[in-house]
């Protein structure tokens, strides 16, 4: 399955200097916005970055390091989530060292510092985030600025990290921050839900979400066993998928 609605992979591939080869497992986010600075909307933004991050004219050549470019991993808008570097065998040269070696770096469509962001920009933020917490395990919500840039599980912001703050970095900035928050603590309960649902499917309690009527459960039924199952979770420290499975299973090997 790809999260992914389109990719410029290929158009980014034969320019070496964007990218580099990964090292180091994933361990969190770390968002940017695009800051085109033009007063765009998110769909002229997103457009104008995957332009940049396409054209070989994006080199910057700067003494004493290699030629590096201004890229991400991924960039977001109001409708897309595009693929603009492969998140597991390579990494962006550069968005922010070195946190950028263990995270995957994200653009989200922004055209000017303090701009509002759309909701559908923020709904496609926050549905990768919630796939990249399950697929690579680590726990979502944003961390306190980084002390080491090398060391931290989560989601960061470019201003969050110390190579950030050193260089006065002010993105992606409130305008993301308070929406995508808000979204992320909504959303939780649902996923929770959805994955106990999963969950149970798993274990033969129910044979799919639509037809839960196999151990002789009714609908209602079901709820107040997701309910339950939703209130034990609350108590938990359900910060990912991960931990969320570990409450479900305590005694089943995590993978
Ligand atoms: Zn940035």
Known sequence: MTIFTQSIWDAVRPHA????????????????????????DGRKELQAALNWFRSPNNRIVQAPFEPFAGISHVTIGPDAIVEVVPIDDFIPA????????????????????GQAIEPGTIANCRKFAAWAAAEYRFPLGRLAPAGDDWKWSGELGHEDTVQGKAQGKTDPGLAFWNPYLQLEDEMTKDEIRALIRE??????????????????ATLDGLDD???RAFTRLQGADVTSVAAIKKVLHPDKPQI
């Open 17 to 40: 200097w964007k990218y580099r080869t990964r090292t180091e497992p994933v361990t969190g986010l770390i968002w940017h916005s695009t800051r085109g600075g033009q007063g765009y």
């Open 225 to 227: 066993f997701v309910t």
């Open 199 to 216: 969950e149970l499917r798993a274990l033969h309690i129910i044979d799919s979400a639509a037809n839960p009527s196999v151990s002789g």
């Open 94 to 113: 550069w968005s922010s060292h070195p946190s950028d070696e263990h995270a995957i770096s994200i653009e989200v469509a922004q055209s000017n510092s």
